[in-house]
């Protein structure tokens, strides 16, 4: 089921190159983490939700009730509650949709036109549009509702997590000097 989330921040992008999660025996993936405020997006969250819902009960019928308890419980479900990761700027009070895709997500501008990783955004910290399909997994590794990572669109700028900061020719002083004067 495919769930648009517009006006969420964005943190750990990996929008342009696969990249592998440490510790995981995966192969590198695109993703993101798209995070929500649910003070003022709890229409979304409650999408969300209800979206996670009919995933579950599509794939398991009258028994996705009871999965989806344990699978909540055990954090096993693709909308995660940001105090978990109270360690990371930006997670503290919020929720977050943790997303991953073998694909390459499609990346684009306010205007739709593509973006490349030279252009510097989508950045973390920066807020952007996103869509996801949400699938249940239910393998040996476990019963879960996952987020595939299908396109992102930056919408406007944020206060950059972990740096991404532009240096400025103004952060210097002219050291210039008359090259007689040191002869």
Not at 159 to 179: M, Q, R, Y
Request: with cysteine; net charge negative.
């Amino acid at each position: 089921m495919k769930v648009k989330l517009t006006n969420v921040r964005l943190a750990f992008p990996a929008l342009f190159e696969a990249k592998s999660i440490a510790g995981s025996e995966g192969a590198p993936a695109y993703g993101a983490t798209l995070l929500i405020d649910p003070a003022t997006q709890k229409p979304l969250i409650d999408e969300i939700n209800k979206a996670i819902d009919a995933v579950a009960v599509e794939k398991w019928g009258a028994k996705a009730s009871s999965h989806l308890v344990a699978m909540r419980k055990g954090n096993k479900v693709a909308l995660h509650d940001g105090d978990e990761k109270a360690q990371y700027a930006g997670f503290p009070g919020v929720m977050f949709v943790a997303s991953r895709s073998t694909v390459r997500p499609v990346v684009i501008d306010k205007d739709k036109s593509p973006l490349v990783a030279e252009d510097g955004k989508p950045y973390g910290g920066c807020y952007v549009n996103a869509t996801i399909q949400l699938w249940a997994q239910d393998n040996t590794y476990g019963k879960r509702v996952n987020a595939q990572l299908l396109g992102v669109q930056f919408l406007r700028d944020g206060d950059s997590f972990g740096g991404g900061a532009i240096g400025s020719v103004e952060d210097f002083d002219d050291l210039a000097v008359d090259e007689e004067a040191l002869a």
